[in-house]
């Protein structure tokens, strides 16, 4: 019985409330002292809990010549009732609560963190499952075998995709640009690095060591997602100039492009001698 005085609690009936519509479960069509008698309600609290139970719409009234008489609801349909209600609130809350999350500006100072690589691809994978619009991406095919699927999703939803690809991996969607320096970058930079921007809204930055260590963070902040679609443009950018120019780059820069990559190295215009004093 304290279970059910509690649960009915929880919808919102006092004390009095509950003692007075179990006794109507089990006898109704009574007046308020009959009630009042049987439940152990006290007489001077047991019509202002049956005014608040017909509110509530748990009883219903029958009048009569004499004193009015109660009647307890079907709880099936009390409970219906209720469930209904509920299911109802929590949808509405689902989407207006959805659609304050989803505003960049509610979130835009924060910088969340991540530090295991399972939880990065499952934030990765969030990310571009919500994405409707555009994605930024520069990634290694270790990790991108692993999220391979959400992305085939994302093009049937006719997502456009620019891809920097650090490794041989074929796709079948989006723009792919192969990055052919991806032994020599890891080795100087230590770490297979991942850029993420989807739909101007949203950015991933994240790293995975050669050991397994990972982090990654992410936010809405709109200064950083212009700046990681920008690395990710401007990488793109390189990478045509490359194709088309290479012989020649080849023999400005070298085979590797040390200098190019150097940026502490100024380059001389052609042309421009230093001068000898």
């Known amino acids: 019985m304290e279970s059910l005085v509690l649960s009915l609690r929880q919808l919102g009936l006092s004390l009095n409330e509950s003692k007075a519509y179990f006794c109507l479960l089990r006898k109704s069509g009574i007046t308020g002292y009959e ?9 001077s609290k ?4 049956l005014n608040k139970l017909l509110s509530k719409g748990f009883i219903s009234l029958i009048k009569s010549d004499h004193a009015p008489r109660y009647v307890a609801i079907d709880p099936t349909k009390i409970l219906s009732r209720y469930q209904t209600d509920f299911n109802r609130t929590l949808e509405k809350l689902k989407k207006q609560l959805g659609e304050i999350r989803h505003n960049p ?3 835009n100072q924060y910088l969340w963190q991540v530090g295991d690589r399972a939880q990065i691809l499952d934030k990765f994978r969030e990310i571009v499952g919500e994405s409707r619009k555009t994605i930024y991406l520069s990634i290694w095919k ?11 999703k994302a093009a049937q939803r006719a997502v456009q995709m620019a891809i920097v690809l650090y490794g041989s991996y074929g796709l079948d969607f989006g723009v792919v640009y192969d990055h052919s320096l991806e ?4 080795r100087e930079m230590g770490e297979r690095r991942l850029a ?6 949203i950015v991933l930055l994240g790293h995975f060591g050669k050991t397994g260590e990972a982090f990654a963070t992410w936010t809405h902040n709109r200064g950083m997602v212009n700046l990681a679609k920008d690395y990710i443009t401007h990488d793109i950018i390189s ?3 490359v194709k088309q120019f290479e012989p020649q780059m080849n023999a400005v820069f070298g085979k590797q492009w040390e200098r190019l990559r150097n940026v502490m190295i100024k380059e001389i215009k052609p042309g421009r001698r230093r001068s000898k004093g």
Do not use: C, M, T, W
């Not at 009630?35 to 007489?43: A, C, D, E, T």
């Open 35 to 43: 009630l009042s008698k049987n439940s152990g309600v006290p007489p």
């Open 46 to 49: 047991i019509y202002d809990s």
């Open 105 to 107: 500006e509610a979130f």
């Open 142 to 152: 270790e990790e991108l075998q692993e999220v391979e699927e959400v992305f085939r």
């Open 183 to 186: 032994e020599i970058l890891l």
């Open 196 to 201: 993420l921007a989807a739909d101007d809204r």
């Open 239 to 241: 990478l045509k100039l």
